[in-house]
């Protein structure tokens, strides 16, 4: 089989489905930002808010990833985040996206669809109120 965009894109999509929990969506009800953001990192044994020139990385998992942690809707400004957090870091992007109801999985599909194409690929991973559940 040749390797074409639409194997990347299948194989992101998987990459990402893989790399989930299991949780569930629906009405979730939400938590600040920071609440996710301070689960994901302490699971991955990150360092929360690492200070770069321009700004701060929400999650620095040490010779891995720059990871921006951000609310489904807001997925394009995690994907520009964590190139530049990940330019002045040198490590790998990563995007951990919060999904909190069955309509926030359109833009998981929108945010696999821009980075098909980046190298490096970014890392995805989805955060849900089931992740602080079983961060706790």
């Given at each position: 089989m040749r390797w074409n965009s639409d194997c990347t894109f299948q194989a992101l999509f998987i990459f990402a489905?893989?790399?989930?929990?299991?949780?569930?969506?629906?009405?979730?009800?939400s938590q600040p930002e920071s609440e996710y953001n301070r689960v994901f990192?302490?699971?991955h044994g990150g360092v929360m808010e690492?200070?770069?020139d321009g700004g701060r990385v929400d999650c620095l998992i040490p010779g891995r990833y720059a990871v921006e942690v951000e609310?489904?809707?807001k997925w394009a400004?995690?994907?520009?985040?964590?190139?530049?957090?990940?330019i002045r870091t040198g490590e790998t992007p990563g995007i951990a996206l919060i999904i909190l109801s069955d309509k926030d999985w359109k833009y998981l599909v929108r945010l696999l669809e821009t980075i098909q194409h980046d190298n490096p690929l970014p890392a995805v991973w989805v955060i849900?109120?089931?992740?602080?559940?079983?961060g706790k």
């Open positions: 489905i893989l790399l989930v929990p299991f949780w569930e969506t629906g009405d979730a009800i990192c302490d699971q690492y200070v770069v609310r489904a809707h400004e995690a994907v520009g985040q964590s190139k530049f957090y990940s849900s109120n089931s992740t602080l559940s079983s």
